[in-house]
């Protein structure tokens, strides 16, 4: 049997955001894609590190997602970090704007997957940004687990 090069089976994770900011709720929002965009993401070539999430005229974007171009595509091939606009129902909108317009808060993109049905889909979170100890502390919770699990394996 023949491997495909390309994959339903994409989960792309924002790593980064888990460490910068504390992570409140999560969104699942339906993307506005071009036809070599969503191939490429099918390829596994996408990157969250940059990108955030902005309400204009009562709609999401995001912005600064890298969608690296598509090697066989031609002249139509699609920018790499234009802003893509976010689907997600108005009531849920609504709810992010008010959670946004709070001091400190913001929507940052966790994860970029393809769901059963094929469509990409982008998991974004309503986050605060930490102080610098507050990352301290993450570190030294998470060197800790690691301390425990290694003595539970031996």
């Known amino acids: 049997m023949k491997k495909s090069r390309f994959s339903n089976d994409i989960n792309i994770r924002n790593r980064q955001a888990g460490f910068e900011y504390e992570l409140m709720d999560k969104y699942v929002a339906g993307m506005v894609l071009t036809g070599t965009e969503i191939k490429s993401i099918r390829e596994g070539k996408a990157n969250l590190q940059d990108g955030y999430c902005y309400l204009s005229n009562n709609e999401l974007f995001v912005k600064g997602i890298n969608i690296t171009p598509y090697a066989q595509g031609t002249h139509y091939n699609h920018e790499a970090t234009r802003e893509r606009k976010l689907l ?53 919770e998470r060197d800790a687990k690691r301390e425990l699990d290694r003595l539970k394996l031996k």
């Open 88 to 140: 997600l129902k108005r009531s849920e909108l609504k709810k992010l704007e008010g959670k946004v317009e709070e001091k400190g808060l913001t929507l940052v993109p966790t994860r970029l997957f393809i769901n059963d049905r094929g469509l990409a889909k982008l998991e974004i979170a309503v986050a605060k940004g930490k102080k610098v100890h507050d990352k301290r502390d993450n570190i030294r």
